[in-house]
């Protein structure tokens, strides 16, 4: 069996977890695709597709919402679903099925790992979670990971996976999924620091959005800035501003005890 997973991963949490399934799962060989810079693949080549994306108040990030507009209808391709939350995963899961099932795939797996907080202002909250995911979280995320291998292996028996039905908890029902305009009202304008600046372009070259030009220090288009946080949790120098984040609580890349556990 030959798979695929399409993930979106800001600050390489999504990206390790991906890592860590792949090198776990025995009855499919997978390769990972960035949807932010590789475009949409070839579907007809893969017998199972994979999506995984952190979540943004409680729903998927906009940028998997229009990858998955632009595939078109799959006609029943199996496909399982791995979304990254900090804080609350909220209807991430839910939201996400409902995506890829109205794109035309049959979702027969899907789950929420823990993982630590991305986003600068929960971790200004007091909520990094950075021990993430506790030992149980783990053992469940591994038993997912066994679970979606035993359907591989069933799917490459020839055996017919009906859609399965993802379910969230009580808890997380109660957190709507929000317009992912709240995340660009929390960043705010992004300002620039022209003294701290190296004019280094990793802000521009990380931008999923392409919102970021440098002349000769970075310029916003905030027309097509989501908000992502990228620019600010990436600028090594810490030039990259807010009227209320000024370079703390960044979280520009897996924390170490994290990679200690997904290695």
């Given at each position: 069996m030959k798979g695929i997973i399409c993930y979106y991963s800001g600050s390489g949490n999504t990206k390790l977890a991906c890592n860590y399934l792949k090198n776990r799962i025995k009855n499919a060989d997978f390769e990972l695709h960035n949807i932010v810079r590789n475009g949409i693949p070839d579907f007809n080549k893969y017998d199972i597709v994979g999506?995984?994306?952190?979540?943004?108040?409680?729903?998927?990030?906009?940028?998997?919402?229009?990858?998955?507009?632009?595939?078109?209808?799959?006609?029943?391709?199996?496909?399982?679903?791995?979304?990254?939350?900090?804080?609350?995963?909220?209807?991430?899961?839910?939201?996400?099925?409902?995506?890829?099932?109205a794109a035309g795939f049959n979702v027969v797996s899907g789950f929420s790992f823990h993982t630590p907080e991305s986003y600068p202002p929960m971790r200004k909250k007091g909520l990094p979670f950075d021990k993430a995911p506790k030992e149980k979280e783990l053992?469940?995320?591994?038993?997912?990971i066994t679970d979606l291998?035993?359907?591989?292996?069933?799917?490459?028996?020839?055996?017919?996976?009906?859609?399965?039905?993802?379910?969230?908890?009580?808890?997380?029902?109660?957190?709507?999924?929000?317009e992912h305009t709240h995340a660009k009202k929390d960043f705010g304008i992004q300002k620039v620091d022209a003294e701290l600046c190296k004019e280094c372009a990793v802000c521009?070259?990380?931008?999923?959005?392409?919102?970021?030009?440098?002349?000769?220090k970075p310029v916003f288009n905030h027309d097509i800035c989501a908000g992502c946080w990228y620019?600010?949790?990436?600028c090594k120098s810490k030039a990259i501003y807010t009227d209320n984040f000024n370079g703390d609580y960044q979280y520009p890349k897996p924390k170490e005890e994290l990679l200690k556990k997904l290695l």
């Open positions: 999506f995984a994306a952190f979540t943004v108040f409680w729903a998927p990030p906009e940028l998997m919402y229009s990858f998955i507009d632009r595939i078109g209808n799959q006609s029943g391709k199996n496909a399982f679903i791995l979304n990254t939350f900090g804080a609350i995963s909220g209807r991430t899961l839910k939201v996400f099925g409902d995506l890829i099932k053992e469940q995320f591994n038993a997912f291998d035993n359907i591989i292996n069933k799917l490459k028996n020839g055996k017919t996976i009906k859609n399965r039905k993802l379910k969230i908890s009580l808890f997380g029902r109660i957190f709507p999924a929000y521009m070259n990380g931008c999923p959005y392409e919102a970021v030009t440098m002349n000769p620019c600010y949790n990436h």
